[in-house]
Structures are given as structure tokens and as C-alpha cells.
């Protein structure tokens, strides 16, 4: 694998995460549950990783979708919004690094899912803690949000090596080295 991002692959990491943000500005679905934002991370940041196929490029299709939601003001908590993107995206790349060729890509995808929920219901768990919220309540909103998001994550995971292998059967994705 190469080192570095080549014009293609920083424009696709762009394109990942620019049409998450907008995505998820566009459908602010107030389902009830928490954690359904997972879906569209999950799924984005694991497309970028299957097509360009660096460690690296999920945190760099995370922190980027992060600063165009800050500009153009997605979502609530200011610079904290770069965390909330930026933070999964970096323990999937983080775990990446750990377990990569070890799993079939269906179980690298489930395992990285559930890697990324963790360190999204992660980051709630401290900011509740930070505001003053007990230490049971916060974990059982941490434990409520880790499962909700959790399924939400895995369902996007499950639908990767489809997508990845109608790309790759209809020649849009480069051949790669084995």
C-alpha cells in the first residue's frame, strides 16, 4: 500500500465526506432513537476506507466532514462537532492498524462498526460526566447509546461488501495489488 493520498483518492475522501454532512443535514430524522446517526457515519467512513484503501482515510474523511459541518453549521456544539466526527473515524483507523488482513472484510467492517460506536458513545459518556451528570446515569445513557448505536453501525457494516463488490464488478474502482 502506498503512503500517501494521490488526487483521486483526496477526492473521493472529500466527495465521502462532504456528501455525509450534507446527507446528514438534509434527512435531521428525529426517529427517537439515539445513535441513527451512526448509520451514515459508519457506512461513509468504511466506503472511503474499502475504496481508497489506506489506513489513514477514514480519520482524514472524518476530521474533514467535522470542519464543513463547522462551516456551515451543522448540527449543534460548535468545535465540538470536529470530535463528534473526527473522533470515531480516528478509533476505526486506530483499531485499523491492529487487526488489518486479519478478518474477512465482512468481519473487519462489523469489528471497525462496533470500534466506532464505542468511541461515539465514548465522547457522550465524558461530556455527560463533564456537565455534572452522575456517574450510573451516565453509564447507563453510555450503555443505552453504545447499543442503539451499535445497530445502527453494524447494519451500515453489513451493507460495505455489497457495495464494494458492485463497484468492483462494474470496473469503477481500480484493480488492486494483492
Keep these: 500500500m502506498k503512503s500517501q493520498f494521490d488526487l483521486q483518492d483526496a477526492l473521493f475522501i472529500g466527495f465521502c465526506a462532504t456528501l455525509l454532512v450534507v446527507l446528514k443535514s438534509m434527512l435531521r430524522l428525529k426517529l427517537g432513537l439515539s445513535g441513527h446517526s451512526m448509520f451514515l457515519m459508519t457506512f461513509f467512513y468504511l466506503i472511503c476506507y474499502g475504496v481508497v484503501n489506506r489506513v489513514g482515510a477514514m480519520t482524514a474523511c472524518g476530521l474533514l466532514a467535522g470542519l464543513v459541518a463547522m462551516m456551515l453549521s451543522?448540527?449543534?456544539?460548535?468545535?465540538m462537532i470536529l470530535l463528534k466526527f473526527g473522533l470515531p473515524a480516528m478509533a476505526m483507523d486506530l483499531a485499523l492498524l491492529f487487526?488489518?488482513?486479519?478478518?474477512s472484510l465482512r468481519w473487519q467492517s462489523i469489528v471497525l462498526a462496533i470500534i466506532g460506536c464505542l468511541a461515539w458513545s465514548g465522547k457522550g459518556l465524558i461530556s455527560n460526566l463533564l456537565v455534572g451528570m452522575s456517574g450510573q446515569v451516565a453509564l447507563a445513557e453510555f450503555g443505552l447509546s453504545f447499543i442503539q448505536g451499535g445497530m445502527f453501525a453494524v447494519a451500515a457494516a453489513l451493507l460495505i461488501p455489497t457495495v464494494l463488490s458492485r463497484l468492483h464488478a462494474h470496473d469503477l474502482l481500480p484493480k488492486r495489488p494483492e
Design 74 to 79: 451543522v448540527g449543534k456544539g460548535g468545535p
Design 99 to 103: 487487526m488489518a488482513g486479519a478478518f
